[in-house]
């Protein structure tokens, strides 16, 4: 019998020994309930608590994301557009996440469903396309305010899509394609134009330059003719000044000799050696 107790009472033991010892992972935090009432929050790793009297509720503190269904909303222009999200939060205090909310998912989703109504419905479609960052930070503002109370941080929150109905992006379609042909045709006529300017520089530098070149070929052609002419001058006054004084003195001698007018003529005398009278006179001399 005292053996059988005994044995009971190891395994109670054991047991109790088992339930007292409790391990948290590092994404996890434990909320120790005794009596079901809080009593303390346990964390990462090996932890003792009092078997059959504590029992603890583990909370994931890590990043998670809500996927906010599509919904219907009326922009300020009464254009009816679909809108979804996606919200990413984190659990800052689990007490407060475990106590102060049933269900946060739940809370979270219908939270931004509201605030997406009222936000998108501010706003014209326009707006509401080009201005998706605003939208997302505006709501991510609003939910972190209301889930401040609940232990919980919304970190970041993305508009995934916002559809305008078919016959507005079939419209917003053939708009985008008129712009474009509208763009290429500037583009094509910039293109052609500058085209043109090119062209026409082209050919004005090209008549620019052959009038320079025919400029700089009559300048070397005067220069030439100019220096020829210099030179033919210079030439002239070589060769020709001693002739033409000899010429001037024949001319004189042959007015004065047809006046029967005698002269005494040096040997030595340009006249002589004009009138080859140098060459008679010497072979006379050496007769005699």
């Keep these: 019998m005292d053996s059988a107790f005994s044995i009971i009472i190891s395994i109670l033991g054991i ?50 994301v809500i996927n906010v269904d599509p919904q219907k909303v009326i922009t300020k222009d009464n254009v009816t557009v679909e809108v979804d999200a996606v919200i990413y939060y984190k659990v800052v205090d689990p007490v407060k996440a475990e106590f102060e909310v049933e269900d946060f998912d739940y809370a979270a989703t219908t939270l931004a469903q509201t605030n997406l109504r009222n936000i998108i419905g501010d706003k014209t479609l326009d707006e509401t396309l080009v201005a998706r960052d605003i939208i997302n930070e505006n709501l991510r503002d609003v939910l972190d305010e209301a889930t401040n109370n ?4 919304i970190t970041r929150v993305e508009v995934q899509k916002i559809d305008p109905p078919v016959e507005i992006t079939d419209a917003m379609s053939l708009q985008m394609k008129a712009e474009r042909e509208k763009r290429a045709m500037i583009l094509k006529a910039e293109g052609i134009k500058q ?15 052959e009038a320079q070149g025919q400029a700089q070929a009559i300048a070397l052609k005067a220069q030439a003719e100019a220096k020829a002419i210099e030179m033919v001058s210079h030439s002239a006054n070589l060769h ?46 050496n007769e005699s």
Aim: glycine share 6%; hydrophobic share 40%.
């Design 15 to 64: 047991v109790s020994l088992t339930k007292s010892i409790y391990v948290i992972k590092q994404f996890e935090r434990g909320i120790v309930i005794r009596f079901g009432k809080y009593h303390r929050l346990i964390q990462p790793g090996i932890n003792f608590i009092f078997p059959f009297l504590d029992s603890v509720i583990k909370v994931d503190v890590r990043e998670r």
């Design 150 to 153: 609940w232990g919980v941080k």
């Design 195 to 209: 085209s043109q300017i090119l062209e026409a520089e082209g050919k004005k530098e090209k008549q620019v330059l």
């Design 240 to 285: 020709f000044k001693d002739n033409a004084q000899v010429w001037k003195q024949f001319e004189t001698a042959r007015e004065t000799l047809a006046k029967n007018v005698k002269y005494i003529i040096p040997n030595n005398a340009q006249l002589i050696n004009l009138l080859g009278l140098d060459t008679s006179v010497k072979e006379k001399s």
